[in-house]
């Protein structure tokens, strides 16, 4: 039986981004956003329950959240995908789901929230770890190759695309005059993509 025990804990530093978003005046950016994250992890929570995986809390952060589970590491490589790849395959349907209906009944907002839904998904795809991408692109390799080398190969490709991306999010970060929400991202993506490299050294040291 699917057991909810979920605690919710949101950080100081997304309560910081946000705010940050009203006072740049991006409150229905901010919105769209929130829509799609919660969208996002629904996604994930519907596979997981759909598999009989408990979730025991919710953290939500300055970029991003995660669902904290018990027994997720029974499921099978095939189940694992399903429940990392549900989130963004969510966002693009709601994406296209609300582009015709923006297009179909004249609702200029409903682009809005349908490039946050894009936006979020396609983001969530990217193959860099802890992204959705990156995982699943571990899971896939590791499915086909064998555990310690699918996570050595999604390590390096995970590298390579964040340096790639980060290269080019400063260059057109700077031809823009200082987009503060690409430096700020970019910044957030590092940061992620760093923690998830030291909880991997240490489950291979531990």
């Known amino acids: 039986m699917y057991l909810w025990r979920s605690r919710v804990t949101v950080s100081p530093g997304f309560v910081a981004l946000l705010t940050l978003f009203v006072l740049q005046g991006e409150g229905a950016a901010a919105a769209a956003l929130l829509i799609a994250a919660a969208v996002h992890e629904s996604g994930h929570l519907a596979a997981l329950y759909r598999f009989g995986v408990p979730v025991s809390a919710l953290r939500i952060g300055a970029f991003g959240a995660r669902l904290e589970t018990v027994g997720r590491g029974k499921l099978s490589y095939g189940r694992e995908?399903?429940?990392?790849?549900?989130?963004?395959?969510?966002?693009?349907?709601?994406?296209?789901?609300?582009?015709?209906?923006?297009?179909?009944?004249?609702?200029?907002?409903?682009?809005?929230?349908?490039?946050?839904?894009?936006?979020?998904?396609?983001f969530?795809?990217?193959?860099?770890?802890?992204?959705?991408?990156?995982?699943?692109?571990?899971?896939?390799?590791?499915?086909?190759?064998?555990?310690?080398?699918?996570?050595?190969?999604?390590?390096?490709?995970?590298?390579?695309?964040?340096l790639l991306l980060s290269l080019t999010g400063a260059y057109v970060a700077v031809r823009s005059g200082g987009n503060v929400w690409l430096l700020v991202g970019i910044a957030g993506l590092v940061g992620a993509f760093a923690r998830e490299m030291g909880l991997v050294k240490r489950r291979r040291t531990g």
């Open 81 to 122: 995908l399903c429940t990392v790849l549900s989130g963004p395959v969510v966002n693009v349907l709601c994406a296209l789901a609300l582009a015709w209906t923006a297009g179909r009944f004249s609702w200029p907002g409903g682009f809005l929230y349908a490039g946050a839904h894009l936006v979020l998904g396609g």
């Open 124 to 162: 969530n795809l990217l193959p860099i770890p802890p992204l959705d991408g990156g995982r699943a692109l571990c899971l896939l390799l590791s499915w086909l190759l064998g555990p310690n080398t699918g996570e050595w190969l999604s390590t390096a490709v995970g590298s390579g695309a964040l």
